[in-house]
């Protein structure tokens, strides 16, 4: 199938081909059409399918039919708004709107935290047709009157159940009660529990389902390996691992945000550019540790779950687990980032005993045994233990996933949003932020 079949206008087809893409991916095909009528629309897709494209592309045509905004008039009140679970997926998302509009007339602008407001109540001010926003910022802006959002004909949910995971329901009922109730509304995630089909219900209206993958499966260009390894001789394999190809791309995930700066800093003090991206790092040192990792001036980047979703970081070849995720669902977001548009990707896990059941989880949620084999040099003095009664970290009252709800059981307590402390909830509630929930891993 070619893109010229989807009914999308000449500007939008020369920007997909300047971006070297020959024919648009299944979800593509599948929910460009859909948008294009009108439809509200659940759409689900494995990470890296080319999503973000499968709901820019008709949106942009809607708003702009045949290359055009309608009356051609200047952008005014915004007539889309993305929402988006995290700052650099609301930044990549607005990078991809720019990259597909750039032959319309079009404005739009990105909002979230960690960074000044005055850019962007400027460029809301000369007027946007997009606005791509996480929930926390947003709200922001719409407490002080810098958006008005009664202008909204499209609302795009991205990441849709890490939405819903990361406590932002309170935000988005909010933001859902100031946008028009007469609006199409799109949901896109790479997972969709049955938790927010329901809630997608109630302010959805009448969607069509897009489901292109089975939930919580991998692609198959993905190797998957386990080595097993004390825990205590982690980093050393993770050395030795990345020594065999100093200069290859690689992303590792650990647990906690202190554990990921301890390890990027083992890392570095052993030769090797690193760069470290959580949670309690300002907005600035996470833009230029992506954008280091992205454009090869680092080569390993450790990272909290905050880099699992969504992230595009074209052609990663491996990402490591030094610390296998408390919640299997993560592993699938973790993996997604490499093997991405048809490329082979390599996914190492670093499992100590205390994680088998960590390990044994992820395996029955994917319905696949993953190959288990030790490095030589490195097999651990304790096997791993893949029966019902397998072994848990302990850590910091987490609670693990152990059931179809674990979902929203998910546990915070590692992630909490910098400034999270007493005294920055205070000066929140008292600029009247009581009550919000979002998160910032
Ligand atoms: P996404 O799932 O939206 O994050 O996209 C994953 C990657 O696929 C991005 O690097 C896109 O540039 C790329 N991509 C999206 N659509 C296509 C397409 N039709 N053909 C080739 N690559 C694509």
Redesign the pocket.
């Known amino acids: 199938m070619n893109?010229d079949t989807l009914g999308l206008s000449p500007a939008l087809l020369r920007a997909?081909s300047d971006?070297?893409?020959?024919?648009?991916?299944p979800?593509?095909a599948a929910s460009i059409p859909v948008v294009l009528e009108g439809h509200d629309l659940l759409a689900s897709?494995q990470?890296?399918?080319?999503?973000?494209?499968?709901f820019t592309l008709p949106v942009l045509e809607r708003l702009f039919p045949n290359g055009k905004r309608p009356g051609d008039t200047r952008a005014s009140r915004p007539r889309a708004l993305v929402l988006t679970p995290t700052r650099e997926l609301a930044a990549?998302v607005h990078a991809?709107v720019r990259d597909y509009g750039k032959y319309l007339k079009l404005s739009s602008t990105s909002i979230f935290g960690g960074v000044g407001m005055g850019n962007q109540i400027q460029q809301l001010r000369r007027g946007v047709d997009i606005v791509i926003a996480t929930p926390g910022r947003l709200i922001d802006h719409m407490q002080q009157r810098n958006i008005d959002l009664s202008g909204i004909e499209i609302l795009i949910l991205d990441e849709a159940d890490r939405m819903l995971d990361m406590g932002f329901l309170p935000a988005l009922k909010r933001i859902l009660s100031v946008v028009p109730g007469k609006r199409q509304t799109l949901l896109f995630s790479a997972t969709f529990a049955p938790a927010i089909k329901t809630l997608a219900a109630q302010f959805m209206h009448d969607p069509k389902e897009v489901q292109i993958a089975k939930a919580n499966t991998v692609v198959s260009t993905v190797s998957h390996r386990v080595h097993p390894v004390d825990a205590e001789r982690k980093r050393d394999l993770l050395l030795h691992i990345l020594a065999e190809d100093s200069r290859r791309q690689t992303l590792v995930f650990a647990r906690t945000k202190h554990g990921s700066d301890k390890l990027c800093k083992h890392l570095s003090n052993s030769g090797l550019r690193c760069a470290a991206i959580h949670g309690n790092k300002s907005q600035n040192q996470r833009t230029r540790a992506l954008a280091d990792f992205k454009s090869g001036k680092v080569n390993v980047l450790v990272a909290t779950d905050i880099a699992a979703r969504?992230l595009?970081i074209?052609q990663l070849p491996m990402v490591i687990n030094h610390d296998l995720p408390m919640v299997a669902e993560d592993y699938v977001h973790r993996i997604g980032r490499t093997g991405?548009?048809?490329t082979e990707g390599l996914a190492i896990s670093l499992v100590s005993h205390e994680e088998s059941g960590l390990l044994r989880d992820i395996q029955l949620l994917l319905k696949q045994d993953i190959e288990i084999t030790a490095v030589s040099g490195f097999a651990p003095t304790q096997p791993l233990r893949m029966d019902a009664g397998a072994p848990r970290p302990r850590q910091g009252g987490q609670r693990q996933n152990t059931s179809k709800s674990s979902r929203q059981r998910r546990p915070h307590t590692h992630e909490r949003k910098p400034g999270g402390n007493t005294q920055n909830a205070a000066k929140r509630r008292g600029r009247g932020h009581g009550g919000r929930a979002q998160r910032n891993p």
């Not at 971006?19 to 991916?25: A, I, N, R, S, V």
């Not at 990470?47 to 499968?54: I, L, P, Q, R």
């Open positions: 893109f997909i971006q070297g893409y020959t024919e648009p991916t979800v593509q897709a990470t890296g399918t080319g999503k973000t494209a499968g990549q991809s969504g595009d074209e991405r548009a048809g």
